[in-house]
């Protein structure tokens, strides 16, 4: 896998360069590794399916940031996905369209993989207090008291995991390594960085997910990342 930074402030002329310089028929466009959850999720699928693909970085909340995603896809956003020519602009969709090329992504059983998919739609859409109060920052560790709204999230999101790993016998929420698993794993960084309560058996699942050697390459890079977002670094100091 090939990694390309992009500076926002070089525009469009930046971006051709970065893209002509990629070789890889799959081309995954991501936002700093530090803070973007929703960057990692896709960027866990497509590793997990073994599936080669360039990475291009580009740095969040900088001048000009705006203007360099709108000249990736019209949604102005990370993660995007570029396919031959095709543009894929959400991190479920991504992970959907990793899973028709590799389609052991998904639980096997048919029950399981409908629960999996009914959390992953949960963890696309819900939980809004965690995500806003408690926003990913791997670098982050604090035990400052959270607001009520963010414990409460937390909680669910315990139960329900606890509810996944229950009903398995492996250590992922279904057994076997899934896309549902590559959505929580975001989450599972926020009990860490927050120091957010979670029964002994979701914490032994996030220290499974923290372990995970493509986690682990995603985070060593995202501990050397020159960049700060400061509001982010100041949530609930």
Same mark, same amino acid.
């Given at each position: ?27 995954? !466009? ?32 900088? %001048?000009? !940031? ?12 990370? %993660? ?26 998904? %639980? ?75 959505? !929580? ?29 493509? !986690? ?22």
């Amino acid at each position: 896998m090939r990694t390309s930074y992009y500076a926002a402030e070089s525009g469009r002329r930046g971006l051709r360069a970065i893209q002509q310089g990629m070789q890889s028929p799959l081309t995954l !466009y991501i936002g700093n590794k530090n803070y973007s959850s929703w960057s990692l999720r896709p960027w866990l699928v497509l590793r997990k399916a073994e599936l080669p693909f360039d990475e291009a970085l580009i740095q969040l909340d900088v %001048p000009g !940031y705006k203007t360099a995603l709108l000249a990736i896809s019209k949604a102005g956003t990370v %993660p995007v996905l570029k396919v031959k020519g095709e543009v894929i602009p959400d991190s479920l969709a991504i992970s959907e369209w990793a899973a028709k090329a590799v389609p052991n992504l998904w %639980p096997k059983n048919v029950d399981d993989r409908k629960r999996a998919k009914e959390i992953t739609h949960l963890m696309h859409e819900g939980f809004d207090a965690l995500r806003a109060q408690a926003p990913m920052n791997l670098r982050r560790r604090t035990a400052s008291k959270m607001p009520q709204g963010c414990l409460d999230d937390a909680a669910r999101m315990s139960d329900i995991w606890d509810e996944c790993l229950s009903k398995h016998d492996g250590p992922f929420l279904f057994g076997d390594w899934c896309i549902a698993d590559a959505f !929580y794993t975001p989450a599972a960084t926020r009990f860490v960085s927050y120091d957010l309560p979670r029964s002994a058996k979701s914490d032994t699942y996030i220290s499974e997910l923290m372990s995970d050697p493509d !986690y682990m390459d995603w985070e060593a890079d995202a501990m050397v990342e020159p960049w700060h977002l400061v509001e982010t670094d100041k949530a609930n100091l």
